[in-house]
Structures are given as C-alpha cells and as structure tokens.
C-alpha cells in the first residue's frame, strides 16, 4: 500500500482552514507525532496504511474489551473488517501466537456451546 502524501503543516493546518499561529494548530501537529498512521518524512507528513496484521489484532482486542467477553467467536471479532482483509485460519492462528498470549485461537472442538 502506498502512502498519501498530507504536505507540510503548513498546507494540512490551510487545507483545515485552522490559523498556523493558534492553539488548535499545536493540537493537530501534536495528533500528527502521535498518530501511527501519520509520519514526517523529510518535512512532509504522510499518511501511512495500518499494516493488516495490526488491523486483526485491534479488532479482536477492541471486540474483547467492548462486549467484555474473553471467550468468543473470531468471526463476531473481525466481523467489522472487510472480507478482502479477513484472514484464513491458518494466518489468524499466526497472528494470534504473535500476541504473546494475550489472545489465544481454541479449535471449535474445545468450545462448548449452550444448549
């Protein structure tokens, strides 16, 4: 994926329409240096694509903290991403082991299901 190219922050704070001298144009230089998806690259702010494998894992972390839930299906977990995004078994499986633990894929034998 490539990146956009936002400009300088002179041109994002115009295109804003925000006063370069005010407070406001602190606030969105300081979202810029925070942002992941956001990098200075020789002056010029890019926006960076989130690399697929940090879309999965916020999804499912986002998906556990909203419902509270800390079993679940990883469909209702990545429901949210689009289907051209949405990973195999295997490569979900791969992800997951990449959390250290935190998340953990159980075979749908494990689970029992309320009857």
Same mark, same amino acid.
């Given at each position: 994926?490539?990146? =956009?190219v936002l400009?300088?922050?002179?041109l994002? *704070? ?5 006063d370069?001298?005010s $407070?406001? @144009? #602190? ?7 925070l942002?992941?998806?956001a ?5 010029t ?7 697929? =494998?940090e879309r ?5 972390? *986002? ?7 800390r079993? $679940?299906? @990883? #469909?209702?977990?990545l429901?949210?991403?689009p ?14 082991r990449s ?17």
């Open positions: 994926m490539r990146d =956009r400009g300088p922050l002179g994002v *704070l115009s295109r804003l329409q925000i370069p001298y $407070f406001e @144009a #602190s606030v969105v230089e300081a979202l810029l240096f942002s992941p998806e990098r200075r690259i020789d002056g702010w890019r926006a960076m694509g989130v690399p697929r =494998r999965i894992i916020a999804a499912v972390s *986002l998906y556990s903290d909203t419902t509270g839930k079993l $679940f299906r @990883a #469909s209702a977990a429901d949210g991403i289907v051209a995004d949405q990973p195999t078994s295997e490569e979900l499986a791969e992800i997951l959390t250290d633990g935190q998340f953990t894929l159980l075979p749908n034998a494990m689970i029992k299901r309320n009857a």
